[in-house]
């Protein structure tokens, strides 16, 4: 109502047409002469530097949002008297615009995540963007949630990857999908493929000719001179492809719906031409339908599309055209219908044509609009060569019009495809990138916080320390003392270890390459690493930490627990009251220390040090 | 007082105006050049641009602040880009005040009550003109607009047919909450109008004139405090 609030008073003073027909004495005003209100003011805002000014009835129209609203006062400044927000100034002119205008764009070339956090922190909701910028904004908000959904997915398949599973069944079910989890899956999913392609190749090999079939005239196809053979092989396939489909069907979670899915019927369509001739005997008159049967063995090669994903693709893209494909279909069958039509007319009156009938003519009119061209039927007279040439040019047409729509589909899904591919590989390099830099940055704390423990041994010893404290010292300081403070409450300490130079995960229990000169005195190795083995769960997360910053390893937590290096300045978590302890130990070679920090949970892990 | 207004308007047909052929027709900001006879050939059409006169002249003639004219005029101008306000925007700005009932009728005689020429748009200048007379004419000014409200065809003259559509507008601002039970809103508007004619119409010929009109507001008390209620408005 804000918006309007400048016209009020002409409302009010055009409100004197009532005044004569009134029935009453109309009320007096409310605000009283005195109290003016105060005139319109300029508010300044600065976002991050840039400066933006408005009038604050401006920023008034739409009180539920911060600037709108009481809420602005906590970014106020009192001593340079502006509201200052340390947000993206580039997004902040739309939102400024929004109450300047009462619309809302959505810039192009923004992320949008960022602009929706602009949004939610300015509090404007995304409803109120305009009909102009609504559109793409949608499309990018869809994009990027499925984008989301695909990171979750493949997260959950890789949380699950490390979940025990209960069941056989799960194992099984799980293996099948993914044959990339364990070797057995893997080995399963290659001799399919090989027998699947052995079986095409039967099929196909079956047709050849071979030789001169004996007494008659005619050559004799391979499947009838090898009779045997090409029936232990087609029973070979059909069994292990009988074996594959019941052990899918017993490891299915829902069995219906595994029954129902393509793939499924792709599977019984291949092996159920064999039992079926199986029962039927050599006998002419099923023999015609033995033979068509044997055209439906030709589909096991579409249990290659588990094997390939383009074929998947290829599948789910026809799928999703399926409205171009019908409209293709559509159109073609119009132009035919009537081609042919037109076609039977012009040659009916030719002798001996071929033309013989509308239907007959269909066989013309696709030739021709395919510009195939056979030219086992051709028009005789005039007019049917006009028809046929109207025909060709017009099939040309009718063809290229639906054919980049589909190519555009497949190869928006195929890039799409790619793209989750890619991000997966990338996922992976990705976060091992930011491990390292949590490394890197775990070990510049621990080297300032042993430059904390130093300052404060020398001071305690008496010894002259440098006051020339700088900024961050301090905060380290206080940040250090804070975690002791901590340490105190708890009665815990913060422990560091070691793992192997080569950084690779140890199993508890095997030996350790670095033998350190401390090594002796975790006399109680074993026993820790039994500890560490049983009781270091999943849960926590260890970094390794080297002086030298540039070596890393983020090896989750079970393989970590080696044995645990002495440090002149290292502390210990004990799960029982413990005095801190600062040995001497030269600390000349130790290139590898972890800090390690545990969760709650690990309450039995025991550690001793003399 | 003429003051030369640069003034160009957008006429209902799309053609062109030509800013320097037009500026050199116009000249005294009262009269209508509504329709350009200049049809040129279609280029882009322009719209219609109206420029105010300066902030001095404006303030002198219409007795505001040039505050309180900036004021109005910011708001006016984020309304109307162009200058002129139309039926439309006029009718959804009072839409807004009164979002009950239907504002419509009501805005149709206020802005046709402002639009003396009767052009469809008024200009900024109008709109002064009107709320100064509105806000710091004398009561005579005052009461004569207020008769130029109910005078709905300008003949000098309210029938009761004028008042009864002006009343029932007013009463549709109230939206259908108005009545009370076992009433029709025709009836209590009819009564209404009956009311008012028997109290205003001295002669009883059937119409309400000017001077029957300006006489009795003058004259009755409640008019004349209820009026001085809309004489501050800022």
């Known amino acids: ?610 | 007082m003429t003051c030369v207004v640069y003034r160009s308007r957008r006429e209902k047909k799309p053609s062109i105006i030509c800013s320097l052929v037009l500026s050199a027709r116009n000249t005294s900001s009262f009269t209508c050049d509504r329709f350009a006879d200049l049809d040129l050939e279609e280029f882009e059409v322009q719209p219609a641009r109206y420029k105010p006169d300066r902030l001095e002249v404006l303030s002198k003639t219409t007795g505001f602040t040039k505050k309180e004219i900036q004021f109005v005029y910011r708001a006016f101008k984020q309304e109307c880009p162009t200058g002129m306000i139309s039926e439309e925007t006029f009718k959804s700005i009072y839409a807004k005040f009164f979002p009950l009932g239907d504002s419509s009728q009501y805005a149709h005689y206020v802005f046709s009550t402002l639009d003396r020429e009767k052009c469809g748009t008024i200009t900024f200048g109008d709109f002064m003109l009107g709320l100064s007379v509105l806000v710091k004419g004398s009561l005579q000014e005052r009461l004569r607009w207020a008769f130029s409200l109910y005078d709905v065809n300008n003949d000098g003259c309210i029938t009761r047919e004028e008042m009864t559509t002006v009343i029932t507008a007013i009463y549709d601002l109230m939206g259908a909450s108005h009545t009370e039970p076992g009433v029709l809103p025709d009836e209590a508007s009819k009564d209404h109008v009956e009311r008012i004619f028997q109290k205003l119409d001295l002669n009883n010929d059937g119409v309400i004139t000017v001077d029957e009109f300006i006489d009795y507001c003058s004259m009755n008390e409640d008019i004349r405090s209820s009026f001085a209620v809309f004489d501050d408005l800022w």
């Open chain 1, 1 to 610: 109502m804000a918006s309007v609030a400048a016209w009020l008073p002409f409302a009010r003073a055009a409100a004197i047409g009532w005044v004569p027909i009134a029935t009453h004495p109309l009320p007096p005003p409310p605000i009283s002469k005195d109290r003016r209100k105060s005139e319109d003011e300029k508010l300044l805002i600065n976002v991050s530097g840039r400066r933006f000014e408005t009038w604050r009835n401006t920023l008034e129209k739409y009180p539920d949002t911060l600037l709108g609203s009481n809420e602005r006062e906590f970014f106020y400044d009192e001593d340079s008297k502006q509201y200052f927000f340390d947000r993206d100034p580039d997004i902040f002119r739309h939102i400024l615009n929004y109450y300047r205008t009462g619309k809302l764009h959505y810039p192009k070339h923004e992320c949008l995540t960022s602009y929706e956090e602009e949004l939610a922190f300015f509090g404007i909701l995304s409803d109120v963007i305009g009909d102009c910028c609504f559109e793409d904004y949608k499309d990018r908000k869809r994009e990027n949630s499925e984008r989301l959904m695909d990171d979750k997915l493949s997260e959950n398949g890789d949380n699950q990857n490390l979940q025990q599973l209960t069941n056989i069944r799960q194992k099984m079910w799980r293996s099948f999908e993914n044959p990339h989890t364990s070797t057995s899956a893997l080995v399963f999913y290659y001799v399919t493929g090989f027998f699947i392609a052995v079986s095409v190749m039967a099929n196909v090999i079956e047709t050849v000719s071979c030789g001169i079939k004996p007494g008659r005239s005619g050559t004799l196809p391979c499947g009838e001179r090898y009779k045997i053979v090409f029936f232990c092989l087609d029973t070979a396939c059909v069994m292990i492809f009988t074996a594959e489909y019941l052990l899918r069907l017993f490891a299915a979670p829902d069995r219906c719906k595994f029954m129902r899915s393509v793939m499924s019927i792709i599977d019984v369509v291949a092996i159920m031409p064999y039992y079926i001739g199986l029962g039927i005997t050599d006998n002419d008159d099923v023999s015609g339908a033995f033979v068509t049967l044997r055209v439906f063995r030709v589909f096991r090669i579409f249990k290659f599309s588990r094997h390939s994903q383009g074929l998947r693709i290829l599948g789910y893209t026809l799928k999703s055209c399926a409205s171009e494909l019908g409209f293709l279909v559509f159109s073609l069958a119009m132009a035919i219908i009537i081609f042919a039509t037109v076609m039977f007319y012009a040659e009916k009156n030719v002798e001996s044509t071929n033309f013989t009938s509308i239907p007959a003519a269909f066989w013309y009119t696709i030739v021709t609009m395919t510009t195939l061209g056979y030219g086992d039927m051709v028009p005789k007279t005039i007019a049917g060569k006009i028809v046929g040439g109207v025909c060709s040019l017009s099939g040309v047409l009718v063809i290229a019009l639906p054919v980049p729509v589909i190519v555009s589909n497949f190869s928006r899904i195929y890039h799409q495809n790619q793209r989750a591919d890619k991000r997966k590989a990338q996922r992976k390099a990705r976060l091992a990138r930011i491990r390292i830099a949590k490394a890197s940055s775990g070990a510049a704390f621990v080297s300032k916080k042993k430059a904390a423990e130093a300052r404060l041994a020398a001071q305690e010893s008496g010894l002259e320390v440098d006051e020339n404290y700088r900024e961050e010292d301090i905060f380290e300081l206080q940040h250090h003392h804070l975690l002791r403070c901590l340490e105190k409450t708890t009665d815990r300490e913060f422990v560091e270890m070691e793992v192997p130079y080569n950084g690779q995960p140890k199993r508890p229990g095997s030996p350790s390459p670095m033998a350190s000169p401390t090594h002796s005195t975790a006399s109680n190795t074993g026993l820790l690493q039994a500890c560490c083995g049983r009781c270091c769960g999943q849960r926590y997360q260890v970094k390794a930490i080297r002086h030298d910053p540039n070596f890393f390893t983020d090896q989750c937590a079970p393989f970590l627990c080696t044995y645990i290096y002495l440090h002149s300045f290292s502390f210990f978590l004990y799960s029982f009251p413990h005095t801190p302890h600062t040995s001497d130990d030269d600390d000349n070679n130790i290139p590898y220390t972890i800090s390690h920090v545990f969760s709650s949970d690990d309450r039995r892990l025991i550690t001793f040090f003399n």
